[in-house]
């Protein structure tokens, strides 16, 4: 069974950062694309970013592409989410999901795993 545990969020200020980690276990490293979404108050889950099994490929909504930052330890599995020059539009609820391949990195494919997530709050 897939089990995602995300850690990490907080309040932070408008500009700041914060890095969000999704420990995963229960499944073979690698062998699973990973991604983060995110679902503010009175709006509907919204994909954030993706990344491919190995860690290579990469792929971020265009509203946090340059800010946002996705990696994975296969190691430790470890999913990472490194958040910079927060906003508040940026405040919601973040999830970490996984989808066993074959997978897809864009908000068009769907995850078969999610995490319970964790909450961010920008204030400005």
């Known amino acids: 069974q897939v089990r995602l545990v995300e850690s990490g969020g907080g309040s932070v200020q408008a500009g700041g950062s914060l890095r969000l980690s999704c420990a995963a276990s229960?499944?073979?490293?690698?062998?699973?694309?990973m991604g983060w979404f995110r679902q503010g108050p009175g709006k509907e889950r919204e994909w954030v970013a993706g990344?491919?099994?190995?860690?290579?490929?990469?792929y971020y909504a265009s509203s946090v592409k340059r800010r946002f930052t996705i990696s994975r330890d296969n190691a430790k599995n470890m999913v990472y989410l490194q958040m910079n020059s927060l906003e508040s539009e940026d405040s919601a609820m973040y999830y970490c999901?996984?989808?066993?391949?074959?997978?897809?990195?864009?908000?068009?494919?769907?995850?078969?795993?999610w995490g319970q997530g964790t909450q961010v709050t920008v204030s400005s």
């Open positions: 999901a996984a989808h066993p391949t074959p997978c897809g990195l864009g908000p068009q494919h769907s995850f078969a795993y």
């Open positions: 229960g499944y073979a490293s690698g062998s699973y694309c």
């Open positions: 990344v491919s099994p190995g860690g290579g490929s990469t």
